[in-house]
T-cell receptor, first 115, second 115 residues
Framework: DAGVTQSPTHLIKTRGQQVTLRCSPK?????VSWYQQALGQGPQFIFQ???????QRGNFPDRFSGHQFPNYSSELNVNALLLGDSALYLC??????????????FGEGSWLTVV | GENVEQHPSTLSVQEGDSAVIKCTYS??????FPWYKQELGKGPQLIID?????GEKKDQRIAVTLNKTAKHFSLHITETQPEDSAVYFC??????????????FGKGTLLTVNP
């Protein structure tokens, strides 16, 4: 049973550039959330996708955007990168949308370094 | 919004001893409280969770207790082993019919089990 998979695992970008991170949810899951984890901190909720729509959003600027595809996979896009965007970006998946109450599983994350 | 406080930030125990990590939350509407273990360079792994209709839950060496009146919950690890060494995060959310699906995390506890 494939878990949550993310790519790439590590990447380095320059200030001002744009980045796209990818996530495939756990087999059978249809809901994807993205979290940002700065060094030494707990993960912070960015947004959630269900039925190809953004359902909820945390306190992140519009530079952070996403997409969910018909196969439930998802992308996180960050524009105009800042040094402060350097973090581990985690994808989490579950089944049944924001009201389901089902367990959330995390991927291994994508380490983004902005220089 | 929800705020989760976690203590201690670091915890060092001898192999075989017990470890206790405590969290408090602010939103009385929160009804789901998972605990995640994060090893270096990896994503958070769910180790146990508890819902608000239960006061205690146990899974082998791991147990979680919840006091809804006081708005705090704790993770108990007995007979600790070196492989228990990791960062542990508590989290809180409204689940299963609530409008707020996101997990709000504490800042984490670095547990070190000394052989």
């Amino acid at each position: 049973d494939a878990g949550v998979t993310q790519s790439p695992t590590h990447l380095i970008k320059t200030r001002g550039q744009q980045v796209t991170l990818r996530c495939s949810p756990k087999s059978g899951h249809d809901t994807v959330s993205w979290y940002q984890q700065a060094l030494g901190q707990g993960p912070q909720f960015i947004f959630q996708y269900y039925e190809e729509e953004e359902r909820q959003r945390g306190n992140f600027p519009d530079r952070f955007s996403g997409h969910q595809f018909p196969n439930y996979s998802s992308e996180l896009n960050v524009n105009a990168l800042l040094l402060g965007d350097s973090a581990l970006y985690l994808c989490a998946s579950s089944l049944g949308g924001p009201l389901s109450g089902n367990t959330i599983y995390f991927g291994e994350g994508s380490w983004l370094t902005v220089v | 919004g929800e705020n989760v406080e976690q203590h201690p930030s670091t915890l060092s125990v001898q192999e075989g001893d017990s470890a206790v990590i405590k969290c408090t939350y602010s939103d009385s509407a929160s009804n789901y409280f998972p605990w995640y273990k994060q090893e270096l360079g990896k994503g958070p792994q769910l180790i146990i969770d508890i819902r608000s209709n239960v006061g205690e839950k146990k899974d082998q060496r791991i147990a979680v207790t919840l006091n809804k009146t006081a708005k705090h919950f704790s993770l108990h690890i007995t007979e600790t082993q070196p492989e228990d060494s990791a960062v542990y995060f508590c989290a809180a959310s409204q689940r299963g019919g609530g409008s707020n699906y996101k997990l709000t995390f504490g800042k984490g506890t670095l547990l070190t089990v000394n052989p």
